[in-house]
């Protein structure tokens, strides 16, 4: 079932929107050669907590940690570890914002100093392709439309499209319905209306879309080895269109 919000709702997971923003706009200074991602970690709880906020993930289904940090061939749920960001790494930064009870998630894919011009386009067309689905979560067109959007964008660039990670519906849960493919058949899945609030996450390999989870259980990583990277923003559909709840401004 979808759980419809209202603007009022709207507004207060807007609130834990700009929280998530300022947490990563922090990270973009602090990311560089040299630093551990377990430290990331404890910026942002610490950090949260400073602004009245708590990082959903921790405790959710027995997540141990605040934030996810998934570097290079790692596709999502990466945990944070005693591991020394170095030059030339991706890593992608995902976290869930509880403020009074309302839910924002973004992830965001960032450069530890000087990476190589094939990791620097993966995170390009990552954000672009995201993007590319948010232009089309308009009242009216379908989900479809959103997982096509991203799909075509990417595929011919030789670049593939994860299957087992979606988008999702968010309000108090982190969690809701409905499901959000990044690939898809235009005009087919359910019909976008107002006040649905759902994020649209791709995950894009520079290889193949095939993936195996890592023996702690929970990190998905690219079967050949191949990087990885993915930007989410969680959006709301109104009239006007849709509105980026995670918004970081010029980014
Ligand atoms: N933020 C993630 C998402 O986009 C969820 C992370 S799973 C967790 O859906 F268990 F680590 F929280
Ligand atoms: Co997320």
């Known amino acids: 079932m979808i759980i419809i919000k209202t603007p009022e709702?709207?507004?207060?997971?807007?609130?834990?929107?700009?929280?998530?923003?300022?947490?990563?706009?922090?990270?973009?200074?602090i990311i560089k050669p040299g630093v551990r991602t377990i430290d990331l970690d404890t910026f942002v709880e610490k950090y949260?907590?400073?602004?009245?906020a708590y990082p959903e993930q921790k405790g959710y289904e027995g997540y141990p940690y605040s934030i996810c940090t998934s570097v290079n061939d790692e596709i999502c749920h990466g945990f944070p570890t005693e591991y020394i960001l170095k030059d030339g790494d991706i890593v992608t930064v995902d976290m869930?914002?509880?403020?009074?009870?309302?839910?924002?998630?973004?992830?965001?894919?960032?450069?530890?100093?000087?990476?190589s011009k094939e990791a620097h386009d993966l995170l390009e067309v990552?954000?672009?392709?995201?993007?590319?689905?948010?232009?089309?979560a308009k009242i009216g067109?379908?989900?479809?439309?959103?997982?096509?959007?991203?799909?075509s964008y990417v595929e011919p660039k030789g670049y593939s499209v994860v299957r087992e990670f979606v988008g999702h519906g968010i309000g108090r849960d982190m969690h809701e319905d409905p499901q959000?493919?990044?690939y898809g058949i235009p005009g087919r899945g359910p019909r976008i209306v107002e006040g649905m609030v759902f994020t649209?996450?791709?995950?894009?390999n520079l290889g193949k879309k095939e993936l195996y989870i890592d023996k702690n259980g929970w990190t998905a990583k690219t079967k050949d080895g191949s990087l990885s990277?993915?930007?989410?923003?969680?959006?709301?559909?109104?009239?006007?269109?849709?509105?980026?709840?995670?918004?970081q401004g010029d980014c």
Do not use: C, F
Not at 229 to 247: F, L, N
């Open 200 to 204: 649209i996450e791709p995950m894009i």
């Open 96 to 115: 869930v914002v509880n403020v009074d009870g309302w839910l924002a998630d973004s992830a965001w894919s960032y450069e530890v100093g000087q990476v």
């Open 141 to 151: 067109n379908r989900l479809g439309d959103i997982g096509y959007a991203i799909q």
């Open 180 to 182: 959000v493919a990044h």
């Open 229 to 247: 990277a993915q930007y989410e923003h969680q959006i709301a559909i109104t009239k006007e269109g849709p509105i980026i709840i995670t918004d």
């Open 9 to 29: 709702e709207i507004e207060k997971m807007k609130v834990a929107g700009r929280v998530l923003a300022d947490v990563h706009h922090e990270l973009r200074k």
């Open 48 to 52: 949260l907590k400073e602004r009245g």
């Open 126 to 136: 990552t954000r672009q392709a995201m993007y590319k689905g948010i232009e089309v």
